[in-house]
Every structure is written in structure tokens, then in C-alpha cells.
């Protein structure tokens, strides 16, 4: 019997609320791979450093679209600030997110602080904004250098347990609610922290790929092969520990397995089972390995990697979508299910989503015109006539 409560018929949590948690992942994850070179001295890293550390600031900054256009009083998100409630794990967000947007801007600001100078000696608009971010101090010694890099350095090192708090909160959310079988496990805190890195990773690297095409920047083979090791890593443990909590709920054997078989089965079969685990984790998962593990070509190499990490953004993407929206369409009665398909024009519609999540990208675009992002990139030779 297909019973469904009438205030369960219509999904709540839509795509804004998919959109937001893989947002905040692609932030940890950019964070991560910069700390990478900040704190653990992985030069290899330095090529993309930058621009991670600056990605991670410009999805930081459109985190919270998703959630403010799900809010039917986007005001009211204030309140939080306003009338501070500590034991609130909404609240402890809006705290999280806050004090983690200022420490990365201040990482920022001291990582580019010498490049910010020199473009105050241009003429134009851009180098006006500059001197107003140096605070119109330009004084740029060894001494101030190192100190720069000191602070930077120490403020990364405290970043690294704010951006898995920023992220890590959001399983932790969904983990707590019991009423919910799909939510309530406590791997599912792990499990949001280890895929929001992949994503992380795969965007840098997805963008990297791209920006030095259309620039004809050369690629940094050091560089690329070390993210991948690394994606390939991150990739693994997070597919485990999914794969383990899938394991779990059917061992347990409580009154929701079957329920939840059933809606694994039905409901999620192909976004879960087929393009989740099959396509997105099990594909990458040799394509990276043949990267990393076997000496290939670099043409054949950075095919399989940049392919790798567009199909781990769609996997992590659709991770979120089955955390999301299948937790809710499993009927609190544990007799039915109800269905979901996202709008294309609504309020909170595909085309919405699609604006949000492109709009850091023209951010980014903006910042590298301000200072540049690759300062080291070098340029392949200009193809003569003949060729």
C-alpha cells in the first residue's frame, strides 16, 4: 500500500537546498588543496595555490544564495546575528560561516598583499581599488614579505578545522535527525567532509584544465599529477565510507531496511545506483588509478584526469541530491513514497541553480583581472605558419 501522508506530498527541501551543501564542499575542498602548499609545504601545489585559495573565497561568498532564496523572509536571516542563540545548530552556521569568510579574506589579503601593491602604480580604475584594499600602505620590504607569509601561514593552519566545521555541520544536520532513516547515521558527518574535498579537488582541476586551454597556458605536470594523487585518495575514502553506511543500514536490519531497500531499488536506482556508484565512482576510480599508478602519457594522462573530475563533480552532486531530496520521499508512515522533479523557471528551479552556480565563476574571472591568480604560468610557443 501506498500511503503518504498529505503534508508529505510535496518536497520541502528542493534544489536550492541540493545546491547549497555542494557549494559549502566546494569551498572546504579549494581551502584544503591551497593549505596543501600554506601549511604542509607542498610546493608541487604552488601553480594552483592561488587560485584555489581564491575560489574557495568566491564560492564562500554565494554559500548562503541557495538558502536565502529558499527562505520565504530572506530578512529574517539577520536574526541569527541579531538575536544570538548558541545551541542552535542553524545558528551555529551562520557563526561558522562568518568568522571563516573574515579569515579567509584576511589569508587572502596578506598572500596578495605585494602583488596588490605593485598594481597601484597603474593608471585606471583597477589600481584604485587596490590602494584601497592595501589600505593605502605600500610599503613592500623582505621584511613585510616574510611576515606576510607568517600570518597567512598561521591563518590557513586555522582554517583547515573551520572549513571541515563549515561543511562537516551540514552532515551533521542531516545525521541528527532521527525521524529520518536515510539521515540518521553518524558516518553521514564523515561522509559530507571526505566528498566535499573531492569536489573541491575536481573543481580546481576541471577549471585549471580550462583556463589554460583557452589561454594556451602550459599545463604543470608536477602540479596535476599531485592533485590527482590526491583526488584519487580522498575519492576512495569517501566511496568506502558511503559504501559502508549502505553496508550498515542493511545489516542493522531494523523495522526501516526494507523500506529503504525498497526506495534504493525504486526511487534512486539510477541517480544512486547506476550514475552514483557505478558511473561517477567506480569510472573515475580506475581512470584516476591508471593516471596516478601507471606511466602514461601526458596527453593520456591529463585526458583521463580532467574526465575524472568532471564525473566526480557530477558524483558528488548527485550524492547531495540523494541525501537531499531521497530522505524525503519516504513517507513517515514507512508505507509509501511520494515523487520529486525539479522546475526549470520557479523560484527555486533548475535555471536559478544554474545562475547561482555559475556566477562564481565570472567572480573569479573579475579577481584574476584585479591580481593575477597564475603569476607563474608559462605560455606554449605560438604555432608558426607552417604547422
Not at 604542509?40 to 554565494?62: H, N, T, Y
Request: with cysteine; net charge positive.
Amino acid at each position: 500500500m501506498n500511503y503518504v501522508f498529505p503534508n508529505e506530498l510535496h518536497v520541502t527541501w528542493t534544489v536550492m537546498i541540493v545546491l547549497y551543501p555542494y557549494i559549502t564542499g566546494l569551498v572546504a575542498g579549494a581551502f584544503i588543496v591551497s593549505s596543501l602548499y600554506h601549511v604542509f609545504g607542498r610546493d608541487e601545489l604552488k601553480p594552483i595555490s592561488r587560485f584555489s585559495l581564491a575560489s574557495a573565497f568566491v564560492f564562500l561568498l554565494f554559500a548562503t544564495m541557495p538558502l536565502l532564496m529558499h527562505l520565504g523572509h530572506a530578512e529574517r536571516a539577520f536574526n541569527i546575528m541579531l538575536t544570538p542563540h548558541f545551541t542552535s545548530a542553524m545558528a551555529g552556521f551562520g557563526y561558522i560561516y562568518s568568522s571563516y569568510l573574515i579569515l579567509v579574506a584576511l589569508e587572502i589579503w596578506f598572500v596578495m598583499r605585494s602583488d596588490l601593491i605593485k598594481r597601484t602604480h597603474d593608471k585606471g580604475f583597477l589600481p584604485l581599488v587596490c590602494r584601497a584594499i592595501v589600505l593605502f600602505n605600500y610599503r613592500d620590504t623582505p621584511e613585510t614579505r616574510l611576515a606576510n607569509h607568517r600570518i597567512a601561514k598561521i591563518l590557513a593552519g586555522l582554517g583547515i578545522p573551520m572549513a571541515c566545521m563549515l561543511h562537516g555541520y551540514v552532515g551533521f544536520l542531516f545525521g541528527s535527525i532521527k525521524a529520518n532513516p536515510w539521515w540518521a547515521t553518524p558516518l553521514m558527518f564523515v561522509i559530507f567532509i571526505f566528498s566535499a574535498i573531492v569536489s573541491g579537488i575536481s573543481v580546481l582541476i576541471f577549471h585549471y584544465f580550462i583556463v589554460s586551454k583557452i589561454n594556451r597556458w602550459k599545463i604543470n605536470g608536477p602540479c596535476v599529477r599531485s592533485m590527482a594523487s590526491y583526488l584519487w585518495a580522498f575519492m576512495i575514502v569517501a566511496v568506502a565510507l558511503e559504501g559502508m553506511e549502505l553496508l550498515s543500514i542493511v545489516y542493522e536490519q531494523t523495522e526501516a531496511t526494507d523500506v529503504l531497500e525498497l526506495l534504493i531499488s525504486t526511487k534512486l536506482f539510477w541517480s544512486y545506483v547506476v550514475f552514483q556508484f557505478f558511473i561517477c565512482s567506480i569510472v573515475p576510480f580506475f581512470m584516476l588509478g591508471a593516471a596516478v599508478l601507471f606511466r602514461l602519457s601526458d596527453r593520456v594522462a591529463y585526458a583521463l584526469i580532467w574526465l575524472s573530475s568532471c564525473m566526480l563533480l557530477a558524483q558528488v552532486l548527485l550524492m547531495r541530491w540523494n541525501v537531499v531530496v531521497g530522505g524525503q520521499l519516504v513517507s513517515k508512515s514507512m508505507r509509501g513514497f511520494t515523487s520529486y522533479m525539479p522546475g526549470v523557471w520557479e523560484k527555486e528551479g533548475l535555471i536559478t541553480a544554474g545562475v547561482i552556480f555559475t556566477m562564481p565563476f565570472l567572480i573569479l574571472y573579475v579577481f584574476h583581472r584585479l591580481v593575477s591568480l597564475f603569476p607563474d604560468v608559462e605560455k606554449l610557443p605560438k604555432r608558426s605558419n607552417g604547422v
